[in-house]
């Protein structure tokens, strides 16, 4: 097994000379063999080894068996053990999540702190069996190809040495080297579905293929591999789409069906903070062909005169007394704002910003036009979901200027004479 966590090492670049390790140590069979064999390569790599345990506080005296084995195991090797203990219950029950989701964000948000505090790696000690269980949890799921790439040898700065090694390996090393390690009496039940696969599901594909594990861990690298290519191609189509405030339908919609996909998952994550699930991207590929819009939880994606566009729901009204002296800068609505004026006469306490509202006029400065400042967004051909949300800069009851307009007759008076700057950024094409 040694060898086979060699191998890992070395294909994945996962440990280099002088590194610092910390073993996501939970006393079962698998996290105290990774313990084990990390030690005994610790003099090839210089290694500088620490472990960790959470304890979850969900099975009352085994829970407290786990801490104090990890504690005497790390004691027998001179390893520095970090413990924290986390109601997980009560913290699921807060959040209104499970209680694996609450023990695993738990897990990885103490691996992160001490991660940093150390300057180290953390191994989790994932095997070729978990990563066949991880497969067939997304495959029964519904997942896309990314769901396909099971567990990742190396994440960051977490690495997977075991993920070569199969659960039969683990058992078979652990009687050779004599190792004691404690179970965890949750792992016997099928009341999780990940001990359903477990229990029922792989014997079953075992009996098909004796070596499924390690099948499956080859497949999960093939599908990593198109997943990496389909995932820079959607970035490079997002990139040529990008046109008008939106995305060009027409580009989006001749892309490869694979490449599409993808970018509209990036799209809706980027854009409304939303994880789209396969029924969400055929709606939103209907759209890009017959225009509509798509319900995306708190936002939106509405696709007009060939143009595909995301916009929030709930965005809230800017307040009409944010005013301001001098230079600043504040954030609103994904758009950050930067704004210059020569305030030497004392004249910017009557500006403010704000939203746009009944009566507001603006007047374009080279037409010496003044219209209804919702006529003049329509003009200009503003999308209509957007014009509640774009940002005014006022002197009293004066439009100076208007987001995706620019500078009115007035304020171009001030930007010549008072230097006025307006600045806004990731919004992409309103730039005044």
């Keep these: 097994m040694v060898d086979a966590v060699l191998r890992a090492v070395e294909q994945y670049s996962m440990l280099s000379a002088g590194d610092s390790v910390i073993v996501a140590l939970s006393g079962g069979a698998d996290s105290v063999s990774l313990l084990h064999v990390l030690i005994s390569i610790k003099e090839k790599y210089n290694l500088n080894i620490y472990a960790a345990h959470l304890n979850h506080m969900l099975r009352g005296d085994e829970a407290e068996r786990d801490e104090r084995f990890c504690k005497i195991l790390c004691e027998k090797y001179s390893v520095p ?113 990940r001990n359903k696969i477990r229990h029922n599901v792989i014997p079953a594909l075992k009996e098909l293929n004796p070596s499924f594990e390690l099948a499956a861990l080859r497949f999960c690298r093939s599908a990593a591999l198109a997943d990496d290519y389909i995932g820079k191609s959607a970035l490079s189509l997002i990139k040529r789409a990008r046109c008008g405030g939106g ?18 998952e990036l799209l809706c994550k980027q854009q409304a903070d939303f994880t789209a699930e396969a029924r969400h991207i055929a709606l939103l590929r209907g759209i890009l ?64 910003f704000r939203t746009r509202r009944g009566g507001d006029r603006f007047t374009f400065p080279k037409r010496n036009v003044t219209k209804p400042l919702r006529k003049a967004l329509n003009e200009q051909k503003i999308p209509s979901e957007l014009r509640d949300s774009l940002l005014v800069m006022c002197r009293g009851e004066t439009v100076l200027w208007c987001e995706g307009l620019g500078y009115s007759q007035q304020g171009e008076a001030l930007r010549k004479s008072n230097n006025l700057k307006v600045i806004i950024s990731k919004r992409g094409d309103n730039n005044a």
Excluded: W
């Design 289 to 352: 062909k017959s225009g509509g819009a798509v319900d995306l939880g708190k936002s939106g994606a509405v696709c007009k005169q060939g143009i595909l566009r995301f916009s929030k729901k709930d965005i809230k009204p800017m307040p009409y007394n944010i005013s301001f002296s001098g230079s600043f800068e504040f954030e609103y609505n994904g758009v950050h704002v930067k704004v210059e004026l020569d305030n030497s006469n004392n004249e910017s306490k009557d500006f403010s």
């Design 81 to 193: 053990l970090y413990v924290r203990k986390r109601d997980i219950r009560a913290l699921a029950k807060q959040r209104g999540a499970s209680e694996e989701l609450c023990g695993r964000d738990e897990r990885y948000a103490f691996f992160s702190e001490l991660s940093s505090e150390l300057n180290a790696k953390v191994a989790t000690a994932h095997t070729a069996s978990d990563n066949a269980e991880t497969l067939l949890f997304n495959l029964a799921r519904g997942s896309s190809v990314t769901g396909a790439k099971g567990i990742p040898p190396k994440r960051g700065n977490i690495i997977r040495p075991l993920i070569f090694c199969t659960r039969a390996d683990i058992e078979r090393y652990c009687r050779v080297n004599f190792l004691d390690y404690v179970t965890d009496s949750t792992n016997l039940s099928d009341n999780y579905t």
């Design 247 to 264: 995305y060009s339908a027409y580009t989006l919609a001749s892309a490869d069906p694979a490449v599409l996909n993808a970018a509209l």
